[in-house]
């Protein structure tokens, strides 16, 4: 018999009063907290934990939790004037990374162990109705990360996952586009190689991205299965930032990078579902 379990947790690492859930299947394991639907540990077999958790990650005080996988929405980055009409200050990615959701479902099955959580948000600035959005992560042998909303509205959304690298000289996402936004000089650009590595700050965006990345961490290699998705970011903050950002220490840098599976277009308004996938693969 595989063991599975879905139990109701307070307290993750130092965030030793955040109200969390944890799912068991067989070996695995993975966290994901109320506050902000943020999953914060993905563990394929007991041992090193595939996703980052900052050691200075906060989550009062409407602080975003800093590492796991943040729940962007309904906007990525700093907000679109589209979705803000009275030009209010909004907080970067999104109002649902700073709220406590409700478990809404949960399962356990022969094939895998899930949970739905879900999140009702009163009106938007851009939208007077309540929206509600369900985040679905199915544990098996791999997890899997799933953002509903039914909503027919302009929305953006990401999963913006951090990962844990053993070696950043070494570590590498590939296949990716040739062609990315550059976030940190501000202009589009072009590689030769369809990789990313990492010896500087890299802030990107890469339109039309595949159905599947492969992650090399410098000692782990992993699918990123991604659907519903028109981007992927690949963030790290390099050393400057690092010590500039409050919950990040000076090093954080050598210890993770984000792949983000997002959906930015705001052209149509239009349901959501997007899903990232992460599997270890060696
Ligand atoms: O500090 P946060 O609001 O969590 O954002 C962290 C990072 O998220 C994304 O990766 C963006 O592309 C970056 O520009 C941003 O710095």
């Given at each position: 018999?595989?063991?599975?379990?879905?139990?109701?947790?307070?307290?993750?690492?130092?965030?030793?009063?955040?109200?969390?859930?944890?799912?068991?299947?067989?070996?695995?394991?993975?966290?994901?907290?109320?506050?902000?639907?943020?999953?914060?540990?993905?563990?394929?077999?007991?041992?090193?934990?595939?996703?980052?958790?900052?050691?200075?990650?906060?989550?009062?005080?409407?602080?975003?939790?800093?590492?796991?996988?943040?729940?962007?929405?309904?906007?990525?980055?700093?907000?679109?004037?589209?979705?803000?009409?009275?030009?209010?200050?909004?907080?970067?990615?999104?109002?649902?990374?700073?709220?406590?959701?409700?478990?809404?479902?949960?399962?356990?099955?022969?094939?895998?162990?899930?949970?739905?959580?879900?999140?009702?948000?009163?009106?938007?600035?851009?939208?007077?109705?309540?929206?509600?959005?369900?985040?679905?992560?199915?544990?098996?042998?791999?997890?899997?990360?799933?953002?509903?909303?039914?909503?027919?509205?302009?929305?953006?959304?990401?999963?913006?996952?951090?990962?844990?690298?053993?070696?950043?000289?070494?570590?590498?996402?590939?296949?990716?586009?040739?062609?990315?936004?550059?976030?940190?000089?501000?202009?589009?650009?072009?590689?030769?190689?369809?990789?990313?590595?990492?010896?500087?700050?890299?802030?990107?965006?890469?339109?039309?991205?595949?159905?599947?990345?492969?992650?090399?961490?410098?000692?782990?290699?992993?699918?990123?299965?991604?659907?519903?998705?028109?981007?992927?970011?690949?963030?790290n903050p390099w050393q400057?930032?690092s010590?500039?950002?409050?919950?990040?220490?000076?090093?954080s840098y050598l210890?993770?990078?984000?792949?983000?599976?997002?959906?930015?277009?705001?052209?149509?308004?239009?349901?959501?579902?997007?899903?990232?996938?992460?599997?270890?693969?060696?």
């Amino acid at each position: 018999m595989l063991n599975t379990a879905i139990n109701l947790q307070t307290g993750f690492g130092h965030l030793t009063d955040l109200p969390c859930i944890t799912l068991q299947f067989g070996e695995a394991s993975a966290v994901v907290s109320l506050y902000g639907a943020q999953v914060l540990s993905y563990q394929p077999a007991p041992g090193d934990d595939i996703l980052w958790l900052s050691p200075l990650a906060q989550w009062h005080n409407q602080t975003p939790i800093r590492g796991g996988v943040p729940v962007c929405w309904p906007w990525f980055g700093p907000v679109d004037a589209r979705l803000n009409p009275k030009q209010q200050s909004l907080p970067n990615h999104g109002v649902v990374r700073t709220r406590l959701w409700q478990l809404a479902e949960q399962h356990i099955t022969a094939d895998s162990v899930s949970v739905t959580l879900a999140i009702t948000v009163p009106a938007l600035p851009y939208h007077p109705d309540e929206t509600t959005l369900q985040l679905q992560l199915t544990l098996s042998d791999s997890l899997t990360i799933s953002l509903v909303c039914n909503s027919v509205i302009a929305q953006q959304a990401a999963l913006h996952s951090y990962f844990s690298v053993a070696n950043i000289d070494n570590t590498r996402v590939q296949p990716l586009p040739l062609q990315y936004q550059d976030k940190v000089s501000g202009s589009d650009q072009h590689s030769s190689k369809p990789v990313a590595t990492f010896k500087a700050e890299v802030d990107r965006i890469y339109a039309k991205p595949a159905a599947k990345l492969q992650l090399d961490t410098g000692a782990q290699q992993l699918e990123l299965g991604q659907s519903g998705q028109d981007a992927t970011i690949v963030w790290n903050p390099w050393q400057d930032k690092s010590r500039n950002t409050k919950d990040l220490a000076d090093d954080s840098y050598l210890e993770f990078i984000c792949v983000e599976t997002a959906r930015l277009q705001l052209q149509e308004a239009a349901p959501l579902q997007l899903t990232q996938q992460i599997k270890l693969t060696q």
